[in-house]
């Protein structure tokens, strides 16, 4: 177990609704990472947060948009969801030191939008 | 443009049988990190191994073992006398030194028959 545990599991939701996903890093990391991981397909970076500001973010539209509180939890929130959103988000924290370090994944939020 | 290929989608063995997983990377970084990760039907990636560039030395960890080609852009994974237990998604995944965005494979999936 990496220590990484995210919420929900899984949720449901409509097209047009707004969802919010939740991380809770590995206790020492200062870093958090999102990807998204629809069926069949490798995980695919959405942002990364370093102390509290975005350091980095993959193709994805603005309304992907993510925080990190001061106990380096993180938020991944998505607004006006779309079918395509459907998929599995995981969550990723690690240690920054200058180069890319190992990252450890929770078990992934499931999404699907109907 | 960074890109990760793992021209196998599934295999499948008979426990107890030697596999070897492909993967071949593109960047144009002269520092880069190569990953596998396992990922059992939990959803949690579970972290095998991590390379620097210029590290080129094969490693081996139990029934594992990686061969870092640099000639060849490759970065491949043989397991030795599979297990049940094995039976995973298998991701390589590429990662550069001044983000830690990593670039996933789209995964093999391996079945070990008993």
């Known amino acids: 177990e990496t220590g990484v545990t995210q919420s929900p599991t899984h949720l449901i939701k409509t097209r047009g609704q707004q969802v919010t996903l939740r991380c809770s890093s590995q206790?020492?990391?200062?870093?958090v990472s999102w990807y998204q991981q629809a069926l069949g397909q490798g995980p695919q970076f959405i942002f990364q947060?370093?102390?509290?500001?975005?350091?980095g973010r993959g193709n994805f539209p603005p309304r992907f948009s993510g925080l990190q509180f001061p106990n380096y939890s993180s938020e991944l929130n998505v607004n006006a969801l779309e079918l395509d959103d459907s998929a599995l988000y995981l969550c990723?924290?690690?240690?920054?030191?200058?180069?890319?370090?190992?990252?450890?994944f929770g078990e992934g939020s499931r999404l699907t939008v109907l | 443009a960074q890109k990760v290929t793992q021209a196998q989608t599934e295999i499948s063995v008979v426990e107890k049988e030697d596999v070897t997983l492909d993967c071949v990377y593109e960047?144009?970084?002269?520092?880069?990190?190569l990953f596998w990760y396992k990922q059992p039907p939990s959803g949690e990636l579970v972290f095998l191994i991590r390379?620097?560039?210029?590290?080129?030395q094969n490693e081996i960890s139990g029934r594992y073992s990686w061969n870092f080609q640099k000639s060849t852009s490759s970065f491949n994974f043989t397991i030795t006398a599979s297990q049940v237990v094995d039976s995973a998604v298998y991701f390589c995944?590429?990662?550069?030194?001044?983000?830690?965005?990593?670039?996933f494979g789209q995964g093999t999936t391996l079945q070990v028959k008993p």
């Open positions: 990723a924290s690690s240690f920054i030191q200058g180069h890319t370090g190992e990252l450890f």
């Open positions: 206790s020492g990391h200062n870093t």
């Open positions: 947060y370093y102390r509290e500001e975005e350091n």
């Open positions: 960047t144009r970084d002269t520092t880069y990190y």
């Open positions: 390379r620097n560039s210029f590290d080129e």
């Open positions: 995944a590429l990662g550069s030194s001044n983000t830690g965005k990593l670039i």
